[in-house]
């Protein structure tokens, strides 16, 4: 019988729990996303999910120039390998806005870019960007309904935007939008909410052109929308999860044909009774944010009963304990798989159904060295 594709070789050279990637997954996860989206240009992958040097260079190789980061460390990670373009979707307030600016002079080869969505944000930005005399992009924060940052359009984003424009060291880069509050498992419905939600935000563009502020560049949605904004021609895309997937978007979004390629490798341990089986896989190793099921064991047909899970245990109810032996490998996708490799401070690296290297999972700190 042909070995799945999730069987490595050399698997007993591993620890466990372990983070693996599947390194064909990704190559073909990436294809896909500059199929989907019509070509590099209109990509700018956000790094989150998988918070790895090796991944962008993938990216870079396929194409990419631009990406978006979450934290100053993951924006520094991009820089590190030379990332032409780097948009940090968080506002920088406080010691984070000169951060971002000895990022500027640090890595002079990367433009960076952030985010605004209040006057008081906007003079941050323009502090830390005049003390440290450089000059930094900011993309306006728009809400389109999901209510975490952003501001709706209206008078006084026009305002925030003009500020922009009029401020010395800052350069009115666009909009940013994010619509992580549409996630329908039904595409009509996801596409009718997506298009609805962005309407106000199309009409603002041209209010804010007609006004003689420039909108050069138009960033939208996530992994659920991101087909749908793809077949928009004014806009670049920003999927992440799509690198690696996990199966709470599988389940959700047939519609997105990605393959999971993050894998936790993980050991039975013990056998505390005759239907219970403990393996190695606490939630110090899966994102635990979520209900039962955290990960789907492939070895199983149906997702496994859980009895509990702690730091680093997770008990399962199984039918016959004695049908597993202590030390067998189970191997597991995670349900959140963007929290999920923020817990592991290395990937193992799996080709031709062998563990070949390990990356270490670089901008799961919140510091690399600005």
């Known amino acids: 019988m042909h070995p799945a594709w999730y069987h490595i070789d050399n698997e007993a050279e591993l620890p466990s729990p372990a983070l693996l990637l599947y390194r064909e997954r990704i190559e073909h996860n990436l294809q896909l996303m500059l199929q989907i989206a019509g070509g590099a240009e209109r990509l700018r992958p956000h790094v989150k999910t998988h918070k790895l040097g090796p991944i962008i260079q993938m990216q870079l190789e396929a194409g990419i120039t631009k990406f978006k980061a979450a934290t100053i460390a993951e924006a520094e990670m991009c820089a590190t390998v030379k990332a032409p373009d780097v948009l940090l979707a968080m506002p920088c307030v406080g010691h984070n806005a000169h951060r971002l600016a000895e990022l500027v002079i640090k890595y002079p080869d990367t433009t960076f870019s952030t985010i605004a969505d209040d006057e008081e944000t906007v003079r941050f930005l323009a502090s830390a960007a005049q003390q440290a005399n450089v000059t930094i992009g900011v993309f306006l924060e ?180 004695d049908n597993f032996l202590i030390g067998q490998t189970l191997h597991g996708i995670p349900r959140h798989v963007c929290p999920t490799v923020a817990l592991h401070g290395e990937a193992f690296i799996i080709s031709n159904s062998r563990a070949t290297e390990t990356w270490p999972i670089t901008a799961r700190n919140r510091k690399i060295s600005v």
């Open 142 to 321: 728009l809400d389109c309904g999901m209510g975490r940052t952003g501001i709706e359009p209206g008078q006084k984003a026009m305002f925030i935007a003009r500020t922009v424009k009029d401020t010395p060291r800052l350069q009115f880069r666009g909009i940013h939008a994010y619509d992580g509050h549409i996630h329908d498992a039904d595409l009509a419905t996801r596409r009718q909410r997506c298009e609805e939600a962005y309407a106000p935000i199309l009409d603002f563009k041209k209010e804010l052109q007609g006004n003689g502020v420039i909108v050069k560049e138009f960033v939208a949605g996530g992994s659920p929308t991101f087909a749908i904004h793809a077949e928009q021609t004014d806009r670049q895309c920003s999927p992440g999860t799509t690198v690696l997937w996990d199966f709470g978007y599988g389940d959700k979004h047939p519609d997105l044909p990605f393959q999971p390629a993050a894998v936790l490798l993980a050991r039975v341990i013990s056998k505390p009774t005759n239907n219970r089986i403990t393996v190695d896989l606490g939630h110090k190793a899966v994102a635990a944010e979520n209900p039962h099921p955290r990960v789907r064991f492939m070895e199983f047909d149906n997702d496994v009963p859980v009895v509990m899970q702690s730091e680093e245990h997770l008990v399962l109810e199984v039918e016959h304990s």
